[in-house]
């Protein structure tokens, strides 16, 4: 009889991506494979998608605001009916351990692993613990963590650095298809400018103002959002796209240098492939400040150059390019020297030997 994992995650597409990097690994091995999301959440687009033979089940979950909301008194009602479904589902499908990424939607589901008395390992992949994960932590079995100073804020007899865990089809990239695929050529290096799903206006301003100047130094791969294209700007060494999806890892493979928030699986991403990056954290008016600790983290480490989003004009947005590409050797050098991360094996050998 196979053994069953029940995968839990959600709310944002870094709450899916380990998930989706494991799943194909258990599959392999013969598991049955559940997954637990919310009704409307970014996880089910991106599960059913990826894995439409997967059964796909939903729950109802609060959102756990840390601001006044009047949502604030209903929310913990919905969490409590999310756990029963999630009990329901956990007693249905028998799972000999439960994986949670984190997210409002995983909360329901590792209390309710708890009363099953199944075992739950918990990812967490910022600096310091998301809401979520804080509220699960004492129903967790065991807690990896991707940075090494999270471990120092969790239960030390629980927790254990296992660094990112990286997509395997992120290594298959292949320089000459992503050259094909652009049309360039490789006398000048070449400069990846992502902002996240939704692009960052800030961002985009900033490296059109200064197009001129890059473009001497530099052909572009600028990866600016959804609506954010513009097609008057386009020319050579200068290539624009909402989002790259299948083909990106023949992108990464030809890039020298990359320009990005500091979401934590992306900037692990990076890491693995050794791609020295100048780093531009959401500001803490727009988040709960943890891409500026991830950010302090690589700096502090040396893989990485920062500036803040509160201090991005074009002349400090290009002084950093420069000093980027100045330090070169320095960040490679440091990033060549970092602690090996899990691999997809090391991470399924370890959740094997928890399974109940």
Partial sequence: MSKRILFTGGGSAGHVTVNTALIPHFEKEG???????????IEKEIITDQFPHIPYKEISSGKL??????????????????????????????????????GFVS??????????????AI??????????????VPFATKIFTTFPETVNVLPAEKSICAGAI?????????????RRLTGYHNLKPVLMIMGGSLGARKINEAVRSNL????????????????NVEPHMEQPGYKQYEFIKGDLPHYLAMTDFVISRAGSNSIFEFLALKKPMLLIPLSREASRGDQILNANSFVKHGYALKLEEEEVTAETFLQHVKELESKR?????????????????????????MSK
């Fill in 65 to 102: 605001r840390r601001y006044f909301s009047w949502k604030n008194f209903s929310d913990p009602f919905r969490v409590m009916k999310g756990v029963l479904e999630a009990l329901s589902i956990i007693r249905k499908t028998k799972p000999d351990i439960i994986f949670s990424k984190g």
């Fill in 123 to 136: 990812h967490e992949s910022d600096v310091t613990p998301g809401l979520a994960n804080k509220l699960a």
């Fill in 212 to 227: 001129g100047d890059l473009l001497n130094h530099f052909q572009i791969v600028h990866i600016c959002g959804k609506g």
């Fill in 329 to 353: 050797d320095e960040y490679v050098s440091a990033m060549e020297n970092a602690d090996k991360a899990y691999t997809i094996q090391d991470m399924y050998e370890e959740l094997s030997t």
């Fill in 107 to 120: 909360v329901p589901v590792v209390m309710a692993a708890k009363i099953a008395k199944v075992p739950v």
């Fill in 31 to 41: 598991w049955a494979i559940t997954y637990i999301g919310s009704k409307d959440g």
């Fill in 166 to 178: 990286i997509r395997e089809e992120l290594f298959t990239g292949d320089e000459k298809e992503g």
